[in-house]
């Protein structure tokens, strides 16, 4: 979640700069209505995943070993948390372009820790789903 925050941070700064979209007649990124969708898009996403993230955080908190039913619940928002953070940042990286690949912007190594964290086992949605099913049908 702290690398998402802090590339949403890093694109939000590029609106706030003088940069233009390349090969646009807008002046600055705020100005145009895609890029704004695309920020928004971006940011929405990854308060999603914070959301859903301290739900499963609160309700394993509660106390106790979750049933099995909502174990695999739990695991599946966890997934699906992961996910949401990972096509933020795909967004994020498209609105800086190529150049948010450079080996000195940080939003480049911020999706890269999003991108491999993302991919651990336990973040992995089809084993999420998969596991999920079997425990919904016995």
């Known amino acids: 979640m702290g690398a998402s ?3 949403l941070d890093a694109t939000v700064a590029i609106f706030a700069s003088g940069r233009k979209p390349f090969l646009t007649s ?3 990124m705020g100005e145009s209505p895609g890029a704004r969708h695309w920020l928004a ?6 308060h999603r995943a914070d959301r859903m993230m301290l739900a499963v955080a609160a309700a394993l908190g509660e106390g106790g070993e979750p049933a099995e039913l909502d174990a ?5 928002d966890l997934s699906r948390s992961a996910q949401d953070c990972r096509s933020a940042l795909d967004r994020m990286l498209d609105l800086h372009g ?4 450079r080996m000195t912007s940080p939003v ?9 964290g993302s991919r651990h086992p336990f973040l992995t949605e ?3 789903i998969e596991a999920h099913g079997r425990v919904l049908t016995g």
């Open 98 to 101: 190529a150049s948010g690949f």
């Open 41 to 46: 898009d971006a940011a929405s996403r990854v």
């Open 108 to 116: 480049q190594r911020l999706w890269r820790d999003v991108s491999v």
């Open 72 to 76: 695999g619940r739990l695991q599946l």
């Open 26 to 28: 807008y002046a600055r």
């Open 126 to 128: 089809y084993l999420a």
């Open 5 to 7: 925050f802090g590339a």
